[in-house]
């Protein structure tokens, strides 16, 4: 069994920046992909950055590259959410997720259905 905990989400003014952390524990992730996912009120659950665990490889949403930037710290199974420059329209609750298959292909690292372990998910909202 996989806990992912979220911490680091807030109220921030449009142009600022927050970071958010997910701590795993449970079992190992040498072959692992973890991911951010973002879910606004009345909207589907939607891709916001992955990483392979075992190369550090990153994939982004088109909204959020070039602000947000994902990492890992295989030491302390923490994967972390650098976001810069928020907007208003990045306000939703953020879940981190997991999975211990290994995956290929940017289709499978964003999508909803391939993690199976979720974090309870840490608010951010980014007023105008």
């Known amino acids: 069994q996989v806990q992912l905990v979220e911490s680091g989400g807030g109220l921030v003014q449009a142009g600022g920046s927050l970071r958010l952390s997910c701590a795993a524990s449970?079992?190992?992730?040498?072959?692992?992909?973890m991911g951010w996912f973002r879910q606004a009120p009345g909207k589907e659950r939607e891709f916001v950055a992955a990483?392979?665990?075992?190369?550090?490889?990153?994939y982004y949403a088109d909204s959020v590259k070039g602000r947000f930037t994902i990492s890992r710290d295989t030491a302390k199974n923490t994967v972390y959410l650098q976001m810069n420059s928020l907007q208003p329209e990045d306000t939703a609750v953020y879940y981190c997720a997991a999975d211990p298959s290994r995956f290929y292909g940017r289709s499978a690292f964003s999508a909803v259905g391939s993690y199976d372990y979720w974090g309870q998910g840490t608010q951010v909202t980014v007023s105008a």
């Open positions: 449970g079992r190992t992730f040498s072959a692992s992909a």
């Open positions: 990483i392979n665990w075992s190369d550090a490889w990153t």
